[in-house]
């Protein structure tokens, strides 16, 4: 320090005092410095009041030398406390140099200066709140300080300015914000327990409406709340609390669509290892399900990020069970908000009518608007999204973004079976509610959808037949034109029935069905014939679930037409025969096979003539039909054919099969018929056919002993021209509708076609190409 300088109005024993190493003397030079400014005060000399505050910071405060820059603070302190209620006036001067000090290398000269600033704010009170962000930008370092004294020093200071911004109403948080948007972003464990501290005090405040900076300042308390220390942990998440809170109340005020995007980010763990990243998610997720029910459709140009964040929760054990739980409300409630308006045309009025079938699914609550649209974006692998424009005053929901994100799960092979049925729920939802824009999606989903088929869920498989026999049956796929699939027409052949109905009910979907009906069978069975295991282990769980969600008729009518054009023989003998099991088993096939029993209508007739032309794949699901039909003569006449087949070990197992079929419940009103012998002979006969085609076995002995009960066999007798068993089948044919008569001669040349052509295949297998007629199927 140079003696020589003129300190003025400083006399030079307080200036060599305030050079002193000792503290004591520094104390005293600090008490004339104080009475020295109460006279120029009492003077109402600012003049000279300034020249002091000037050479205490200059000349001590900011000095080389640490004695006098000790010296300064606390000369700096003893002005503020003359000055009293007048320090406002000089508050900068005052602040300034004491800050620059905060940042010094020595402890205890930190320490001085936290003192120093101390007691300048004690005086000044709410006069500080104008240098509030310099004040919190000093603090928040000596937060961090490895100081235990000048830590200890802070807290000091802190709780002080806390108590003044709780007392004052001229607090600015608008200037603020800025700030502390900056800082809460330190990864220091003291400077996030000091920022989490000061929003916790802000937030209660009444008069300072922390909430609606809470957009800028939502992403760092989450990651705050990511850190290790329990303490910090605690506290961020008992101010999250108090925020959500008052979010309820004031729903209104409230800017869902600025924070929904930090929202979704933190939804998605990124590195489950962190036990704390738990944490974040189950909050992240509470506040989302918050957000979905207090905001109603002004989420909705957000629901593609949304369901980026939940779908994957969906699928947690039990280790996660609140977040599942809390993903599962916000799956819920975000899918009660689509609508059948979402189906109407951007440019469309929203009052036009939906259609009546969209009611099968509760419509959801409507709520506020939100002017914005969105699309999905990435983020290394975090998912978010981002608000486009807003100059549409009705909410858009985005479709393209949702159908993405859910054909995304489809296609990831790591999507755990919660989730992948909570995805084609969505998918069934959507069809349903917004089918028109639905459908324009659905030649990209339609592969995937069939690919689904193949899962090992039985729920999973149950949910995307729903979605399927949606899309076939839905009317908005009646606009669409005929679509091909590898080439094949799939333009609808089928007579669709006037009633339709499941088990005999009405169908939940229209009678009529679309152009992807056909296609989706085709696509089907090619999937039937690839994967075979899929035939064996789900064939029939897949077709019984399609005749309860379509109608039975248009399922097997489709199937053997398909069948008749099949290439691969030995493929379509297994799928009748696969056919022919469901049909004459299955409870869900009780109005179909009373339809095809007594074949009194045009329409039940030409349905078995549909069917038999495939059922001529496989010669014993053929006889079975006659026998379900009680097309008995027809079924002798097959039978009196089989001689000339390849009896194989598959074969006589199939007839095995029928034999214990004879013997099922359904083939009750069969068994009884073999009472009235006279009426009956063709079906004795065809049973006796059978036995003969059986070597000595158990299906031998049950038949053996069926027949045994026959009684008065004498009767079966049919050689001396036509007996009263002719006169019944004649009378049969009466009693059936004119227009409801069927070729057998016809059929059974058909039936002829068909077993040639199996033979000359089985033939060039073995190496054995046999001379065969050229036959033409009829």
């Not at 029910?293 to 280790?319: F, N």
């Not at 440019?347 to 419509?363: L, M, N, T």
């Not at 689904?452 to 949606?470: C, F, G, Q, R």
Request: hydrophobic letters at 40%.
């Amino acid at each position: 320090m140079n003696t020589e300088k003129d300190f003025t109005p400083l006399t030079p024993n307080i200036v060599r005092a305030l050079n002193d190493k000792l503290y004591e003397k520094r104390k005293v030079a600090a008490l004339e410095i104080e009475k020295l400014v109460r006279e120029f005060v009492a003077q109402n000399n600012s003049t000279q009041i300034r020249h002091v505050i000037l050479i205490l910071a200059s000349e001590f405060a900011l000095s080389q030398h640490p004695h006098s820059r000790k010296g300064g603070l606390i000369g700096l302190a003893a002005c503020s406390i003359a000055l009293g209620k007048d320090s406002g006036l000089y508050l900068k001067e005052l602040i300034e140099p004491v800050l620059t000090c905060f940042n010094d290398s020595d402890s205890r000269l930190r320490y001085y200066a936290c003192e120093a600033l101390y007691n300048i704010v004690k005086v000044a009170r709410g006069a500080v709140l104008p240098h509030f962000n310099l004040l919190f930008d000093g603090l928040s370092k000596l937060a961090a300080d490895p100081d235990p004294n000048v830590k200890s020093g802070s807290e000091l200071l802190d709780r002080l300015l806390k108590d003044i911004v709780t007392e004052s109403n001229k607090f600015d948080l608008v200037a603020f914000v800025p700030l502390l948007r900056e800082r809460i972003y330190s990864n220091n464990q003291y400077a996030r327990q000091f920022i989490i501290s000061w929003i916790h005090v802000l937030e209660s405040v009444p008069d300072i409406n922390l909430l609606h900076y809470l957009p800028e300042i939502l992403d760092g308390l989450f990651q705050i709340l990511g850190d290790n220390s329990k303490e910090i942990r605690r506290t961020c998440e008992v101010v999250l609390g108090e925020f959500l809170k008052e979010i309820k109340k004031t729903p209104s005020s409230v800017k869902f669509a600025e924070m929904a995007n930090i929202l979704v980010i933190h939804c998605q763990v990124a590195d489950e290892s962190k036990v704390t990243n738990d944490l974040i998610q189950l909050t992240a997720m509470t506040w989302m399900r918050e957000f979905i029910q207090l905001a109603g459709r002004a989420v909705l140009p957000y629901s593609s990020g949304i369901l980026t964040a939940v779908l994957p929760c969906l699928s947690y054990d039990d280790r996660k069970k609140n977040t599942k739980e809390a993903a599962s409300a916000c799956n819920y409630s975000l899918m009660k908000l689509v609508t059948p308006e979402d189906d109407n045309d951007d440019d469309e009025e929203r009052s036009i009518e939906s259609p009546s079938r969209e009611e099968k699914v509760d419509a959801g609550d409507s709520g506020d608007v939100l002017n914005s649209s969105q699309e999905v974006t990435g983020l290394s692998n975090i998912s978010f999204f981002a608000p486009a424009s807003t100059d549409r005053s009705q909410v858009t929901l985005d479709l393209d973004g949702i159908v993405q994100v859910l054909d995304r799960h489809l296609h990831d092979t790591s999507t755990g079976m919660m989730t992948r049925i909570a995805v084609l729920k969505w998918l069934y939802h959507l069809y349903i509610k917004t089918p028109r824009k639905m459908f324009r999606h659905t030649d990209s989903l339609f592969p995937m959808l069939l690919k689904t088929l193949s899962d090992e869920s039985d729920e999973v498989i149950l949910k995307d037949l729903e979605v399927l026999a949606e899309i076939a049956s839905s009317p908005a796929g009646q606009a669409d034109p005929a679509v091909t699939c590898d080439g094949v027409d799939s333009r609808p052949v089928l007579k669709v029935p006037d009633k339709v109905g499941k088990a005999g009910e009405s169908s939940p979907s229209t009678p009529s069905m679309n152009s992807y009906f056909y296609k989706f069978m085709i696509n089907l069975l090619k999937r039937f014939s690839v994967e075979r295991k899929l035939l064996e282990s789900r064939g029939a769980f897949i077709i019984r679930q399609l005749c309860l969600l379509l109608h039975a008729e248009n399922i097997f009518h489709s199937m053997a037409d398909i069948l008749l054009k099949e290439e691969d023989l030995k493929f379509a003998s297994t799928m009748v025969q696969t056919l022919n099991t469901i049909l004459l088993t299955s409870a869900e096939l009780f109005q179909l096979r009373n339809q095809l029993k007594d074949l009194r209508t045009a329409e039940s007739c030409a349905l078995f003539c549909c069917l038999y032309r495939s059922w001529c794949h496989n010669p014993v699901a053929t006889v079975s039909l006659c026998f379900l039909t009680q097309n008995y003569k027809h079924a002798y006449d097959l039978i009196q054919k089989f001689g000339g087949l390849e009896v194989t070990v598959d074969f006589l197992m199939e007839v095995d099969k029928l034999v214990q079929l004879v013997e099922s419940p359904i083939f009750t009103y069969l068994r009884l018929q073999l009472l009235d012998v006279e009426s009956n002979p063709y079906l004795i006969k065809a049973l006796y056919g059978l036995l003969m085609l059986l070597p000595q076995s158990q299906a031998f002995q049950l038949l053996s002993h069926r027949l045994q009960c026959v009684p008065n066999p004498e009767l079966m007798r049919t050689v001396d021209g036509p007996k009263r068993g002719d006169a019944k089948e004649r009378e049969v044919d009466r009693n059936r509708a004119p227009h409801a008569h069927v070729d057998y001669g016809e059929l059974l040349r058909h039936f002829d076609c068909v077993q040639g052509k199996h033979l000359e295949v089985r033939h060039q297998r073995s190496g054995r190409v046999a001379e065969l007629p050229d036959r033409k199927l009829v």
